[in-house]
Each structure stands twice: as structure tokens, then as C-alpha cells.
């Protein structure tokens, strides 16, 4: 009960519009206590606080009135999106399993004349069109959690969402998307050629150029730890990341991305995720929390991870290797029409 004693939900006020219609207790007698939705707290989350401008993510907190054994928690929250890529859309949902659920409905409401990937294996859903729109509604009703360990260690390790849909048809979009986005921050100014230069000074080959650019970024411009997407898609300009001396995963890739542009070594943003298995059938950036480097050495590509901070050039951290992932490029990559899925390693680094 404690754990919904205060009610948490997240959204971006860059693209989103959260509004909390009724939150109430119905007793078993069928009487109501509603909590005024006014009391609601808006804050930042605690990771946020020591570099707010990194994010645009922000949460509401609602004091549950009247909370206690018996009684049915009910609510119902609608969360308006914004297109973050133009003309397109994505969203990815996961009803609870830690409580039980009397009754819980998802809607989905798109064009009904735009193509879509869905994906949705172990929840049926029901599809009606209303006019021009078509809607896909999920009902949950009754459930009841598992209570024995070993099912509770089993849900943990799937980490599959329920729902998934996304307006992209293919990968090749989406990288095509990410690069032209970040792209125009990772253009070398005056600033990032002077620092580039000065690494690089003595530097006799493009790889130990880049061994000492990657180590500056590594080591010297501190990591935020933000999930990509949560701390927006599109990074800072990488001279503002050289001036600032932090920035989250993105922002430190296009950094190293600039740094090593001004050295004539051309580099590429790659979308990974740091847990969970990529599903090809989906594509989808909800799918991706993290972005690292590919740089283009010779006609090979080496894969740099500057949050890592500490961890050798060219060595991949173990929850990394051998997952896909989306190089964003527009342009051929060591032979290869990019974008398209790349594995990051196919077996472990000596």
C-alpha cells in the first residue's frame, strides 16, 4: 500500500502534455474519496538536479487521500505527445505486474490511412475505426500478481514492453532521422579545432589521433547519466559541451564526434541499448537508451564508449557487446550501404 500511497508520473515537457483527470479510493461500501488533482507537485527527478538544463523530463506527485487496505485505487491519466521527428510517432507500454489490477484499459488512437508496425504478443487487443482514425484498445481485468520468487525473477528478466508501435517502417528511417538531427551540433567550430589541434599535437597516425581524443572526452568532460530520450534526443552543440565539461551520452558523442571531424576522421553516432535485447520487428527509438561512437579508421570501424570514462580506447563495456545496434548515417560505412543494423561486437575484445 505504501508504494501507492504517492502516485509518480513522468512525462517531457518538451513534447508532452500530462493531465490527471480523477484520482480516488472507492470503499467496499461504494463510497468515494477523491483526491483534488490541484494538489498535484510538479518536480524534477533527482537525477536531474545537478544539471537541469540537460532535461526536459519532469514529474507529478499526487498524495493518495484516504489510502488504505480494501479500498480500489483508481485513475486515469492522459499524456498528449508532440511529434519529436516530423510526421512521425512511436510509444511502447507495459501494463503492471507488481499489483493487482482491477480493471485497466490502454486506447491507441492513429490515422487510420497510416501504415504501422504493432506489436503486441501475449495481450489481445480490439480494433474499431471511427472515421478517419483507427483505435487499438487493451483491457486487462482481474489480475492478480505472481507470488512465488522464482515467477517474480522470471518477469524481471522479460523486459519485452506488452505494446509496441512505431510510424517507422524500417531502420533505414530512423537512422536516417537521428543522423540528420544530431549532425548539425557535431560541426567543428573554432573552438573545438584550436582544443583538437592541441591533443593531437605530435600525433604521427589518424588511430592515435583518435585514442587521444577519445581519452579527453573520457576522462576529462564528466558524464551526466541520462537515458537517451530522457535527457531529449537531440544533443547539445558539441563546443557547448567543450565549454560546459559535461554532458550525457549524446552530448559526449558529438563532442568526440566534432573533435575527431576537425582531425579529418570521420565518426558516427550509434543507438544502443544498455539492457534489453533489440527487437528488430519494431523499429523504434524507444528502443535505445544509450549512444556511443563508431569511428572510421582505415576500413575498419572502432567502436568508443566516452561515458565509460575510465575504460581503455576501443573497449566496449560487457552489458555492450555483441547487442545491434543502429549506426546513423546517410552515407556508406566500411562498405556497407548505412544505415542498417551493426552488431557491436561479434565476439569479446581481447
Known amino acids: 500500500m505504501q508504494a501507492f500511497g504517492q502516485l509518480v508520473f513522468g512525462y517531457s515537457t518538451a513534447n508532452e502534455d500530462l493531465s490527471v483527470d480523477y484520482v480516488r479510493v472507492r470503499r467496499p461500501d461504494g463510497q468515494i474519496a477523491n483526491t483534488p488533482v490541484s494538489s498535484a507537485q510538479d518536480f524534477a527527478p533527482d537525477v536531474l538536479r545537478e544539471a537541469p538544463m540537460y532535461s526536459d523530463f519532469r514529474q507529478k506527485h499526487i498524495s493518495v487521500v484516504d489510502l488504505q487496505p480494501g479500498v480500489t485505487l483508481e485513475y486515469h491519466v492522459v499524456t498528449r505527445v508532440k511529434a519529436l521527428a516530423a510526421g512521425e510517432f512511436w510509444y511502447e507500454y507495459s501494463f503492471p505486474t507488481y499489483a493487482a489490477l482491477t480493471d485497466g484499459t490502454l486506447q491507441i488512437n492513429v490515422p487510420k490511412s497510416r501504415e504501422i508496425k504493432l506489436k503486441s504478443p501475449d495481450r489481445k487487443y480490439d480494433t474499431h475505426d471511427d472515421g478517419d482514425r483507427r483505435i487499438f484498445e487493451w483491457t486487462v481485468r482481474n489480475f492478480v500478481p505472481k507470488r512465488s520468487k522464482r515467477e517474480e525473477e522470471e518477469d524481471l528478466d ?60 573520457a576522462q576529462s568532460i564528466r558524464y551526466v547519466s541520462l537515458s537517451f530520450g530522457i535527457g531529449r534526443y537531440q544533443p547539445h552543440a558539441a563546443s557547448e559541451v567543450l565549454q560546459n565539461g559535461y554532458g550525457d551520452c549524446k552530448d559526449k558523442h558529438t563532442l568526440l564526434q566534432a573533435l575527431l571531424s576537425a582531425e579529418g576522421i570521420k565518426s558516427y553516432p550509434v543507438l544502443v541499448h544498455s539492457d534489453r535485447k533489440l527487437d528488430t520487428d519494431v523499429p523504434s527509438p524507444a528502443q535505445f537508451d544509450h549512444v556511443i561512437t563508431a569511428a572510421k579508421l582505415g576500413e575498419n570501424l572502432v567502436w568508443l564508449d566516452s561515458t565509460a570514462e575510465v575504460a581503455p580506447y576501443g573497449l566496449i563495456m560487457y552489458g555492450l557487446r555483441n547487442k545491434q545496434a543502429v549506426v546513423a548515417s546517410s552515407d556508406s560505412i566500411g562498405g556497407f550501404a548505412a544505415p542498417h543494423l551493426r552488431f557491436l561486437y561479434k565476439t569479446a575484445p581481447s
Do not use: C, H, M
Not at 184 to 202: C, F, H, M, Q
Open 158 to 217: 522479460n523486459d519485452e514492453p506488452d505494446v509496441q508501435i512505431s510510424s517507422f517502417t524500417d531502420w533505414q528511417q530512423i537512422s536516417t532521422w537521428y543522423a540528420k538531427l544530431q549532425s548539425e551540433r557535431a560541426v567543428p567550430d573554432e573552438s573545438i579545432k584550436a582544443r583538437a589541434a592541441e591533443l593531437t599535437r605530435g600525433a604521427t597516425s589518424a588511430d592515435e589521433k583518435a585514442r587521444r581524443l577519445y581519452d579527453f572526452v
